[in-house]
């Protein structure tokens, strides 16, 4: 059984920084791409950033240059790193992960975190 757990969401002032981690646990053999989604209230659920096995990194327009997304393997765990937030930036943010293990290899999602920008 595989599961991810998201932590770091919370409430901040427009300006500020939050760090979303998200750990992968269960019979894991192997990660490969990892990303940060977000949806807010009557929108859509749209990707925020993502990174490869590689460690190649893309990132939506919105959030380019305010937010980083990081992995450590070791670990399994997928953060994301975000400054300069604004409102708009509110929303539920979910991890998505590709896993690896001994019989298959599928996408899994976090429960979710929710992050709260006020202005």
């Known amino acids: 059984q595989v599961q991810l757990v998201e932590s770091g969401g919370g409430l901040v002032q427009a300006g500020g920084s939050l760090r979303l981690s998200c750990v992968a646990s269960g019979s894991i053999r192997g990660l490969n791409d990892m990303g940060w989604y977000r949806q807010a209230p009557g929108n859509q659920r749209e990707l925020v950033a993502s990174?490869?096995?590689?460690?190649?990194?893309s990132y939506a327009a919105s959030v380019k240059g305010r937010f980083t997304i990081s992995r450590d393997n070791a670990k399994n765990t997928v953060y994301l790193q975000m400054n300069s937030l604004k409102p708009e930036d509110t929303a539920v943010y979910y991890c998505?992960?590709?896993?690896?293990?001994?019989?298959?290899?599928?996408?899994?999602w976090g429960q979710g975190t929710q992050v709260t920008v006020s202005s």
């Open positions: 990174i490869t096995n590689g460690g190649r990194t």
């Open positions: 998505n992960v590709e896993i690896i293990t001994y019989s298959s290899r599928s996408s899994y």
